[in-house]
């Protein structure tokens, strides 16, 4: 039961165009999601995060936006730079826990 | 600020022989810890959880185990590893509304 889904196994964006990574959920108990970015060989570090209660969070390039009607969320990256090109993963955790549950990823590759 | 520390690296094991991967945090009390594994082609599946020592919850029915013997050691092991446990194993560190990675373990079972 994959809780939350990433559709897109990758993307291909040009240089300095936006890239626009989706994640949808199925469990409305979900408060709160979060976006890591991943390297080969490497753990995943955390990008930026959205609560529940909001729609929009903004961290420089970076944006996720959060639809709680249609259980999805996105990641802006704008613009886009060949450092961003790696996988890309969107979390929820539910409640006090921070179990987090994570998509399958997204390979974002930005071409120079 | 806290440090995750995960050896080894990369591991290379015959199927049928035992797995010890172990993780340790520094910088941080009574953690939440976390193995993750992420497979080839596959998201990160959430394996095992522990919110203190001696306290793991198992998130999927598998061939592996875990064990929590100090507040920051946490320890992944199997008895007999099948090809199916091949994977990239994360050890992660909760806090707050974040989970912090370790740099991971591939494993390859042969």
């Known amino acids: 039961d994959q809780q939350v889904k990433q559709n897109s196994p990758s993307l291909s964006v040009q240089e300095g165009r936006i890239s626009i990574l989706n994640c949808d959920y199925t469990?409305?108990?979900?408060?709160?999601f979060l976006w890591y970015k991943k390297y080969p060989a490497e753990g995943p570090t955390f990008l930026i995060s959205?609560?529940?209660?909001?729609d929009k969070n903004e961290d420089g390039r970076f944006t996720v936006f959060l639809n709680k009607s249609a259980k999805h969320l996105s990641l802006h990256i704008v613009p886009s730079q060949p450092g961003d090109s790696a996988v890309y993963f969107c979390?929820?955790?539910?409640?006090?826990?921070?179990?987090?549950?994570f998509g399958t990823g997204t390979l974002l590759a930005v071409q120079p | 600020s806290q440090t995750i520390h995960q050896w080894p690296a990369t591991l290379v094991q015959p199927v049928g022989s035992p797995l010890s991967l172990e993780c340790t945090v520094e910088g941080t009390s009574n953690p939440n810890l976390y193995w993750y594994r992420q497979a080839a082609g596959r998201g990160l599946q959430l394996l095992f959880y522990?919110?203190?020592?001696?306290?793991i919850s198992s998130e999927v029915p598998q061939n592996l185990s875990a064990s929590r013997p100090q507040d920051r050691q946490f320890i992944l092991s199997s008895k007999k590893l099948l090809l199916s446990d091949s994977g990239f194993y994360l050890c992660?560190?909760?806090?707050?509304?974040?989970?912090?990675f370790g740099q991971g373990t591939r494993l390859t079972v042969v």
């Open positions: 979390a929820a955790k539910r409640g006090a826990t921070n179990k987090l549950i």
């Open positions: 469990n409305s108990m979900f408060d709160y």
């Open positions: 992660a560190l909760g806090e707050n509304t974040e989970a912090f």
């Open positions: 959205i609560s529940s209660i909001k």
């Open positions: 522990s919110v203190g020592i001696g306290q």
